[in-house]
């Protein structure tokens, strides 16, 4: 159990510019969560994938934003044409079908929309 | 709709004192509730959690109280250390198929020693 690993840690870019983040849950964990944070506030849920399927997406995903899970293991998101309100820490989380309750956090990745 | 509301913003205890954190919810379909810690530069992490038909739970030195008719629930960190200096964030959710969790603004905590 390595925990779930996110990359980059850090993403500077351009506004208008497009970003790919990359989550690598912890493995045999089947539900994936995508959220967001903003300096000062807490986590807001953003996405959520069972195995390869997406099953529900906060109205915070709005039309530029695209999340993937293929294969039901590693998950994409990404940013098109990037915004200076998209900076924020994007965080990834992962848990157990079964013990769905408890969500393990990866360490974020930090966007910075210039 | 703030559904998890979270109070106070910023704390500052002594050493050895109790660290006492408080949050209010909005929707009674909740039926779990965890305080999840975050230190900076890495995501949040969870701490202790409870559910409705308990009034309270204990780990070690943090302790959750839970008031289901009040509709509120709150951490309490005894003997608090240095090392507990961090955000802390209460969270709630619902019993539904994905169990998203819907955190409150977060709680500053800063131990003095």
């Known amino acids: 159990d390595t925990g779930v690993s996110q990359d980059p840690r850090h993403k500077i870019t351009k506004r208008g510019q497009n970003v790919t983040f990359r989550c690598d849950p912890i493995?045999?964990?089947?539900?994936l969560y995508w959220y967001r944070q903003t300096l000062g506030q807490g986590p807001e849920f953003l996405t959520y994938?069972?195995?390869?399927?997406?099953?529900?997406k906060s109205r915070l995903l709005s039309d530029r934003f695209s999340a993937e899970r293929p294969k039901g293991s590693f998950s994409t998101l990404e940013i098109q044409r990037t915004e200076q309100g998209d900076s924020a820490m994007y965080l990834c989380?992962?848990?157990?079908?079964?013990?769905?309750?408890?969500?393990?956090f990866g360490s974020g990745t930090q966007l910075s929309v210039l | 709709q703030q559904q998890v509301k979270q109070s106070p913003q910023s704390l500052i205890v002594q050493k050895g004192g109790i660290s006492i954190i408080n949050c209010a919810y909005e929707?009674?379909?909740?039926?779990?509730f965890p305080w999840y810690q975050q230190f900076p530069g890495k995501g949040p992490a969870l701490l202790i959690a409870?559910?409705?038909?308990?009034s309270e739970k204990k780990e070690g030195r943090f302790t959750i109280s839970f008031n289901k008719s009040a509709k509120q629930f709150s951490l309490h960190i005894m003997d608090s250390q240095p090392g507990d200096s961090a955000t802390y964030f209460c969270?709630?959710?619902?019993?539904?198929?994905?169990?998203?969790?819907?955190f409150g603004s977060g709680t500053r905590l800063q131990v003095q020693p």
């Open positions: 994938f069972q195995n390869e399927a997406q099953l529900e």
């Open positions: 409870i559910r409705p038909d308990v």
């Open positions: 969270a709630a959710s619902k019993p539904t198929g994905r169990r998203a969790l819907t």
């Open positions: 929707n009674t379909a909740f039926d779990y």
């Open positions: 493995s045999e964990h089947n539900r």
């Open positions: 989380a992962s848990s157990p079908t079964g013990g769905g309750e408890k969500l393990f």
